[in-house]
T-cell receptor
Framework: QKEVEQDPGPLSVPEGAIVSLNCTYSNSAFQYFMWYRQYSRKGPELLMYTYSSGNKEDGRFTAQVDKSSKYISLFIRDSQPSDSATYLCAIEGGSEKLVFGKGTKLTVNP | EAGVAQSPRYKIIEKRQSVAFWCNPISGHATLYWYQQILGQGPKLLIQFQNNGVVDDSQLPKDRFSAERLKGVDSTLKIQPAKLEDSAVYLC????????????FGPGTRLTVL
């Protein structure tokens, strides 16, 4: 079983839709949970991170962590064409080492 | 504030040739990472430096890959000899030292091995 599993998609939605992106992980010792956004031909950039179970909101983005189920989610409300990118979940596995999911490619159509 | 710089941006080589990538991290960032991102995959950590010491190189194929970070600033990653399966984007990232600090990524070097 891989440490982090993420459905690679691709996912295509109309502008204004609510997007749900998900990852599961195997190691209960993981402490920090992150979502990175990667535009084509660019490096990943940190979108949000959480430490504990529960929700964290930042504008149109909500990150959700359920440690009991080892499940993390990212919700995007009122999606925009500029949100079109690959979204990578990442989990901090100790010693500042990140373990990434495969990434989900999202396209928001105007 | 300048971001993480990498060069070259693109490189095409024949298999069995050697290649080197360069990274200049954000000023003051003690920790530097090299990742390999194969098409359709997430980044995989190859090596992590703290200042000029290696913290983790468990996933670095040491028979062909090497990396150094002289003086705790710039870093180079070398592949010698390259294989077809080394075709990937090589990402450099840096972060401040601490319990959790955001990793800032460079634009990457896209390597194609023919």
């Amino acid at each position: 079983q891989k440490e982090v599993e993420q459905d690679p998609g691709p996912l295509s939605v109309p502008e204004g839709a609510i997007v749900s992106l998900n990852c599961t992980y195997s190691n209960s010792a993981f402490q920090y949970f992150m979502w990175y956004r990667q535009y084509s031909r660019k490096g990943p950039e940190l979108l949000m991170y959480t430490y504990s179970s529960g929700n964290k909101e930042d504008g149109r983005f909500t990150a959700q962590v359920d440690k009991s189920s080892k499940y993390i989610s990212l919700f995007i409300r009122d999606s925009q064409p500029s949100d079109s990118a690959t979204y990578l979940c990442a989990i901090e596995g100790g010693s500042e080492k990140l373990v990434f999911g495969k990434g989900t490619k999202l396209t928001v159509n105007p | 504030e300048a971001g993480v710089a990498q060069s070259p941006r693109y490189k095409i080589i024949e298999k069995r040739q050697s290649v080197a990538f360069w990274c200049n991290p954000i000023s003051g960032h003690a920790t530097l990472y090299w990742y390999q991102q194969i098409l359709g995959q997430g980044p995989k950590l190859l090596i992590q430096f703290q200042n000029n010491g290696v913290v983790d190189d468990s996933q670095l194929p040491k028979d062909r890959f090497s990396a150094e970070r002289l003086k705790g600033v710039d870093s180079t990653l070398k592949i010698q000899p390259a294989k077809l399966e080394d075709s990937a984007v090589y990402l450099c990232a840096s972060s401040l030292l601490g319990l959790f600090n955001e990793q800032f990524f460079g634009p990457g070097t896209r390597l194609t091995v023919l």
